[in-house]
Every structure is written in C-alpha cells, then in structure tokens.
C-alpha cells in the first residue's frame, strides 16, 4: 500500500531554524541556524541537554509552534497547512499521554476521528478498538475511565490515539518516562513492532539510555543551539564535544554502553 509519505524520502526537512523566545530579560534564542532532515523509515532521536529546545521542535514539526525564522516542512508542507488534517499526517504521544480524564478509553482514542464530523459513529468506534488491539489492550479497557489505568496502559491509550488516523510520521515525547523497567521494555517492544509493521517515520525525544539505544536508527545531538551531529550511537558517541563525551560516558552512560556491548 502506498500512501502520502512514500513520496517523500524526506519525511521532515528543517533548514536554517531560529526559535527565539521574548522575554522582559532579554531574548532566548532556543535554536541558532538549526538544520535537521528526517528520512522516511528511520528512528531518528533527539537527545540533548535539558532546555536544548528538543520538545519545541517536536511542537514545530507538528505545527503547533512556528520558528522565527528558517522553514520546517513534513511531507513538503508547512506543519500548520494541513487544514485541519494535522492527525492525518502526524501522530504525537505527548510526554504524560495527555488523555481527557472525563472521556472513556474509547472515546480518548475515537476523539480525533470524531473531530473530523465525516465518519458515522459505529465505524469511528471499530477503528477505535482496532488500534486499541494494535497496543495490547482489548474491547473490556476501551471502557474503563484513565483514572482506572496504569502508567504504561495510559501510554498505550495515547500511542493508540496518535495512531487513529493512520498517520505516516509519528512524534514521541519521552515514550517511556514515568514507566518501571518491566513496561519500558515492553512499550519499547511495541513501538519497535508497531514501527516495522507500519513502515512509520518516527522522531523521539528521550532521556532514557535503554530507549535511545532499543529503538533509533539515528541519533541527532542537539547543543549550542543546533544539531552538532547526527548518526549511529557509535557515530555520535565518538563525536568530540564536551556535552557527549558527559552525557554518554559519565556514568550512567557507561552503564548504556556496557548494555549496547552485551546485546551484539
Ligand atoms: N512558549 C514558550 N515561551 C517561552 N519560553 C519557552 C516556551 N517554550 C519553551 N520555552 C523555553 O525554551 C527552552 C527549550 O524548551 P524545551 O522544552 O524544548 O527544552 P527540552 O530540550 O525539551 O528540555 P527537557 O529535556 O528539560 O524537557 C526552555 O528554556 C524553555 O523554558
């Protein structure tokens, strides 16, 4: 089956991007000249010091913030062009799931079909229980409340939802933050299933080491205000620059690493 983002090698394409934020101190400058292409089919991860500005560029790509100056484009448009489409052709999980605690598991994962006002409602409900069974999770959870889920069945729901419309890129903010090490591998299992069976273009944020190494195909380093370089762990691990040398080779990266040795 082909669909819109196969004809685009490049799925995302952010070339020469200032985000500036205004403040009464004085201007912040989040990202200076920032370039960055994401090809169809790949993992591409962002990892980068706290405040590098790796969440605002998740939110440019979707469309919900605008650079102050260069261009972000996905599947060759301007993120806020899609009309109303957005969830057509980008799926976002949001760091802490983001699900409406008055609506039912159902009805969380229905909501952006519903949005749309095309569909009859018995069919925007089997699409909801059929990506409800694309995460593990079966017709007796589409009824519970959020408040009745655990941590890494919330995450699903919201995976779950970023899916409902069959988008080709999909957007991960901290996919496993918050979970015990049992339900982080097991939600990295299902987006490494859910990404080959899929063909999906996926970009993530993570600061977790276990996630960054499972799942990428390709790490983007964001410091000093751009993206410094992208590549394999191996590429960027032996890249010179003080942010990566402490942030993979302190001590919790060593541990990473010995984990990245012991699985090849
Ligand atoms: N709407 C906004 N207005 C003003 N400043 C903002 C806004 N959004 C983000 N910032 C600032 O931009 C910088 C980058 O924020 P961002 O959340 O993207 O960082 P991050 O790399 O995701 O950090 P972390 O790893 O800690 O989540 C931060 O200093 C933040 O305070």
Known sequence: MTGPADAFENVVEIRNLWTVFKSPDGDQVVHRDLNLVIRRGEVLSLVGGSG??????LRQILGLEHPDKGEVSVLGRQPGHF???AAA?????FQHGALFSAFSV?????FPLRELQVFPDQLI???ALVKLQMVGLDAQQA???PSDLSGGMIKRVALARALIMDPPLLLLDEPTAGLDPESADGFCDLLS???RELGLTVVMVTHD???LFDLSTRIAVLADKKVIVTGTARDVITYPHPFIHEYFLGGRGQRAMEALHEKR
């Open 52 to 57: 590098t500005g790796k969440t605002v560029l």
């Open 83 to 85: 009309r109303g489409m």
């Open 89 to 93: 052709n980008v799926g976002m999980l």
């Open 106 to 110: 159902l009805d969380n994962v229905a």
């Open 125 to 127: 409900r089997d699409a």
């Open 143 to 145: 009824a519970k409340s």
């Open 193 to 195: 299933g859910l990404h």
């Open 209 to 211: 080491l276990d996630t």
